[in-house]
C-alpha cells in the first residue's frame, strides 16, 4: 500500500508536473499566437498610420521632357513620364499652367505629382505650340503706294508698311492669323518674343523713378477680342464702343505687339506713370498709338494706356517731343471702317 501510495503520490505529483508543463505550454503557445497578431495587426496599422501622418517622402517623377504640339499628331502630356512612390500608395499627377493649342507659343507648365498623403513633386516643362497653318483660303495681296509715298503691301490680307504690320480700321488681320511664336510676358499673357526685353526694361527704369506701370492685357485672339466687342456694345451701344474697342478681326491686340498698361481706363491720362510714359516709351521702342487730340485720325479716342511696339527707329520718329504723330500721318494711310 505504502508503494502504492508512493506510486499514487508519485503518479499525482507527476500528473501535476505534466499539467504544469501543459499550462505552460498552452500559455507559451498563446503568447506566441498573441504576439503573432500584435506583431502583425500594429504592423498594419503603423502603415496606416504612416500613409497618414507620418509618410513625408515626395514621389518620384522621371522622364519629365519638354513637348512640342504641331495639330498633326495627338498631344500626349503622360505615357513618357515613370513615376513612383515609397508607399505604394495611389498615385495623382496633372499639369498645371495655362496653354491654348490654337495659338503657336511657347508654353510653360507644370506637371503635378502627388501621392495619397499630400506629398507633392512639381516639375516644369515646356510646351511648344508650333502648327503649321492649315490650308489657307486665298487672301487679298496687292501694293500700293500712300501719298507720303510708302509703298504698303498686302500680303494674304495683312498690310505692311516698311516691315511694320498695320492693323486699324481700314485694315483688318484675318481671323485666323496666328502671330507666330509667342512667348510669355507674365503669367497667361502672351505677346512676340521682341516686346519683352523692351517692355521689362521700361517696367524696370520707370520702377526706380518710383512708377508702377504694368501690363493689364496683351494678345488677344480673334475670338476673345469678339467677346469683348459684343459685351462693350451691350454696354455702351455700338457708336461709343466703337470708339475705344476694335471690332474683331481689327484690333492690334491680335498682332501681339500691342500692350495695355495698369488701369486701361480714362482715369490712367494725367498719372505720374501716363506722363512719364507719353515722355519715354519711345525710347524702349513702344508708340502711344492713340495719341491724344488725333482721336478723327486714328478712330479711337485718346489711349494713353495703349502701348504699341514698332522699334525704337520709327518711335524716335513718331514721338516728336511728346506730341505724338501716329502711324497713320506719319505712313499716310487712313483708319475708318468703311475704307
Ligand atoms: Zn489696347
Same mark, same amino acid.
Given at each position: 500500500m505504502p508503494n502504492g501510495i508512493f506510486y499514487m503520490k508519485g503518479r499525482s505529483i507527476m500528473n501535476k508536473k505534466r499539467l504544469a508543463i501543459l499550462i505552460i505550454g498552452v500559455v507559451l503557445f498563446l503568447i506566441l499566437v498573441i504576439g503573432l497578431v500584435l506583431h502583425f495587426v500594429p504592423n498594419s496599422d503603423d502603415k496606416k498610420v504612416g500613409a497618414f501622418v507620418n509618410d513625408t517622402e515626395k514621389p518620384t517623377l522621371n522622364g519629365v521632357q519638354d513637348l512640342t504640339f504641331d495639330g498633326k499628331t495627338d498631344l500626349d502630356f503622360y505615357s513618357h513620364l515613370q513615376m513612383s512612390d515609397n508607399s505604394n500608395e495611389k498615385l495623382d499627377i496633372t499639369v498645371t499652367g495655362d496653354y491654348d493649342l490654337t495659338v503657336n507659343g511657347e508654353y510653360n507648365l507644370l506637371y503635378v505629382l502627388k501621392d495619397a498623403s499630400g506629398n507633392t513633386e512639381e516639375q516644369e516643362f515646356v510646351l511648344t505650340v508650333d502648327i503649321e497653318k492649315g490650308n489657307p483660303t486665298k487672301k487679298v495681296s496687292y501694293k500700293t503706294v500712300t501719298p507720303k509715298g510708302y509703298t504698303l503691301e498686302v500680303i494674304d490680307g495683312i498690310a505692311y508698311i516698311e516691315g511694320h504690320i498695320i492693323v486699324n480700321k481700314s485694315y483688318s488681320i484675318p481671323k485666323d492669323y496666328n502671330p507666330g511664336k509667342m512667348v510669355y510676358l507674365e503669367k497667361s499673357q502672351m505677346v512676340l518674343p521682341e516686346v519683352v526685353d523692351p517692355f521689362k526694361q521700361l517696367v524696370s527704369d520707370s520702377s526706380q523713378l518710383g512708377l508702377n506701370i504694368y501690363n493689364a492685357t496683351c494678345y488677344r485672339s480673334y475670338g476673345f477680342q469678339n467677346t469683348l466687342y459684343t459685351n462693350y456694345i451691350k454696354r455702351d451701344g455700338k457708336e461709343a464702343a466703337e470708339t475705344y474697342s476694335a471690332r474683331p478681326g481689327y484690333s492690334e491686340h491680335h498682332t501681339g505687339l500691342a500692350i495695355d498698361v495698369n488701369s486701361v481706363s480714362n482715369a490712367f491720362a494725367g498719372t505720374p506713370e501716363s506722363v512719364w510714359l507719353n515722355d519715354n516709351c519711345h525710347r524702349y521702342g513702344f508708340i502711344i498709338r492713340y495719341p491724344k487730340g488725333k482721336e478723327d485720325i486714328t478712330? #479711337?479716342? #485718346?489711349?494713353?494706356?495703349h502701348l504699341r511696339y514698332v522699334g525704337e527707329e520709327l518711335a524716335a520718329k513718331l514721338y516728336n517731343n511728346g506730341d505724338w504723330i501716329t502711324m497713320e500721318e506719319y505712313f499716310g494711310f487712313t483708319s475708318d471702317y468703311n475704307k
Open positions: 478712330g #479711337y479716342q #485718346y489711349e494713353p494706356w
